[in-house]
């Protein structure tokens, strides 16, 4: 499979492959910003990216022994994180459309969650500010699109993350949907080079206290879509502004249920530690509420 993840290790950049060489992981040093660079070189071609990387640096081995120091990165952000636009669509999936008894829209609602800066990966906390209702997660599908120099989108890849959500503002009042949404993120530090998967099964357990407070399942996937994709990614990129020259966007697709649909609610300290099945990830977070 198309993929590979990022890290830094000592203050330095590292892209790797997920090659390994006698226990050694294998990487290649990189300057942030330039991964962008070599895409459009390679015209977006898997392959040749691969080949260019691996011609820009020597190879490096890295022991086990170093994993505690190595910092894992969200996929390709850049290094200027007002470059990147993390956003999404809600109420998308078929399951919610058809059970609100409800006409549905034309289209679904976009959502802006914020630049590059709320975006986090596994094992970092989410930091919400002081006043939320009440939070939840959810596990969605992450498309990753990067803006060419004559301003047309091109779909990179895909990857898994947690929509953080303001679920309580939302269900006392439509109006604060936007709003709620505006809260730190994560998604894997791995992107896959290919269209996102037709479904994606999954379990999200909470940690409280280092124990489960609360489990499920989850399925999410272009197949549990009520929309169309390519309707979705149309629309959204019919503004002239989402397309400017270089910008990096992260697309939350959407979720078929979470904690709080379930009679659960998240408190400040609790870990939430989602698995995503078929991808064989894990993409754990630690809740950390302002003030509570």
Same mark, same amino acid.
């Given at each position: ?6 890290? $830094? ?9 997920? =090659?390994?060489?006698?226990?050694? #992981?294998?990487?290649y ?5 330039? #991964?962008?660079?070599?895409? +459009? ?10 080949? +260019? ?9 890295? %022991?086990? !022994? $170093?994993?505690?120091?190595?910092v894992l990165?969200?996929?390709l ?14 109420? $998308? ?6 059970? %609100? ?5 034309? !289209? ?21 500010? =002081?006043?939320? $209702? ?8 992450? @498309? ?32 604060a949907?936007?709003?709620?949404? @505006? ?7 791995? /992107?896959f ?16 206290? =280092? ?18 994709q390519?309707? +979705?990614?149309d629309? +959204? ?5 989402l ?28 870990? /939430? ?9 894990s #993409? ?9």
């Open positions: 499979m198309n993929t590979f993840f990022e890290f $830094t290790y000592r203050n330095q950049h590292y892209i790797s492959f997920s =090659h390994s060489r006698n226990g050694e #992981l294998l990487a040093h990189y300057v942030p910003g330039e #991964l962008q660079k070599l895409l +459009l070189r390679s015209n977006y071609n898997f392959s040749l990216f691969k080949q +260019l990387v691996i011609e820009s640096t020597p190879e490096q081995g890295f %022991s086990a !022994t $170093t994993s505690k120091e190595r990165l969200p996929p952000l850049l290094p200027e994180k007002s470059g990147v636009i993390v956003s999404g669509f809600g109420l $998308t999936n078929k399951k919610k459309v058809l059970s %609100s008894g409800n006409t549905a829209n034309p !289209t679904p609602a976009w959502f802006y969650k914020g630049p590059g800066h709320v975006l986090k990966t596994d094992g970092e906390p989410f930091n919400i500010e =002081h006043g939320v $209702t009440a939070i939840c997660e959810e596990a969605e599908i992450v @498309l990753i699109y990067m803006i060419d120099t004559q301003g047309k989108p091109h779909y990179i890849g895909f990857t898994v993350g947690n929509d953080i959500t303001d679920i309580g503002a939302i269900k006392a009042s439509p109006t949907f936007s709003y709620a949404k @505006l809260k730190e993120c994560s998604v894997s530090e791995r /992107i080079l290919h269209p996102p998967p037709f479904v994606l099964t999954g379990t999200c357990n909470v940690f409280r206290n =280092h124990q489960v407070a609360f489990s499920s399942t989850f399925e999410t996937g272009i197949d549990q879509l009520y929309y169309k390519e309707q +979705l990614i629309m +959204l990129f019919r503004s002239p502004a397309r400017q020259t270089g910008l990096m966007h992260y697309i939350f697709l959407g979720a078929d249920q979470n904690s709080f649909d379930q009679g659960h609610s998240l408190i400040d300290g609790d870990t /939430i530690s989602l698995r995503f099945n078929e991808l064989d990830l #993409l754990s977070n630690r809740l950390v509420l302002q003030g509570a």
